[in-house]
């Protein structure tokens, strides 16, 4: 299923889609992202259903899009986009001025990938898009990772620990529970990620695991505690509702090391500027 993506993924001419009802931050987006991705193929689309046309045109790396078209919401897009879209998983960046509310508030679906703050600049929106399309550098981070099986986590482990992440390996959702409340009671969110297999032989499953984390328990959001969630079901339905339930993105089983280091960095990027945001002022 991730096959296509991570072929366009390391290919040098990647596609890039921006949906934004204005011409000006369009063109100055595609100028910015000309700059900083040679060969990047820019889909420049003033409206939800011109992006919807786009969207069978070929294999699409990345979507931004406002959250306000004049033809529709960007929700609204996302949500054709996952229906819709003949490959198997499009990362969909919004782009808007009041995205940390609405993850604070939870007023983001699980259509959505993650957001950019656009207070931030178009040149920084290209930076980050480029880092998600060609990752430069190391991204550091701790990662909880959950993984019953020695094979996979020992392989998985050292993938990560190559490109300079911290792994903090458990075999049980139970035992990520315990590290997540000892953090909590010391004021700490704890991990800058989780990665986690959905079936697990313990009592409690990846999903278990999304629900405790996004619920009332902890009620970390997409935003502050991301969660990759690794998985070797095809099935679009399932996928969906881990999406749902409140991981922030797929990792295809067997794991392909760059599609997991980009993705992990891609969340980790995000997870810090907005954990960085909320702290506050000395």
Known sequence: METSVTRHISSENPRVMVVDGSKVVRKIIEQLLHQDLPGVTVLSCSTGEEAKTHLSSGVVDLVTTALRLPDMDGMELARYIREHSPQAYIPIVVVSGDVQQRLLDRDLTSDVTD????????????????????????????????????????????????????????????????????????????????????????????????????????????????????????????????????????????????????????????????????????
Do not use: C, W
Request: aromatic residues 6%.
């Open 115 to 282: 957001y950019f703050d656009k207070s931030l600049g178009p040149q920084a929106l290209s930076t980050f898009i480029r880092g998600y399309i060609r990752p430069e550098g190391q991204v550091p981070g701790e990662v909880l990772y959950v993984e019953d099986s020695r094979v996979v986590a020992v392989a998985t482990r050292r993938m990560m620990e190559k490109h300079g992440l911290k792994v903090n390996h458990v075999v049980s959702v139970e035992d990520a529970i315990d590290i997540l409340e000892k953090a909590q009671m010391e004021g700490r969110i704890g991990p800058d990620i989780i990665l986690t297999d959905v079936y697990l032989k313990g009592g409690m499953t990846g999903g278990d695991l999304l629900e405790v984390v996004r619920g009332s328990r902890f009620g970390y959001g997409k935003g502050m505690l991301p969660i990759l969630v690794m998985t070797g079901d095809d099935n679009a339905a399932n996928q969906t509702a881990l999406l749902r339930a409140g991981a922030n993105d797929l990792v295809q089983k067997p794991t392909e090391e760059r599609l997991l280091i980009t993705k992990l960095g891609f969340q980790l990027r995000v997870s810090q500027a907005l954990r960085a945001q909320s702290l506050p002022t000395p």
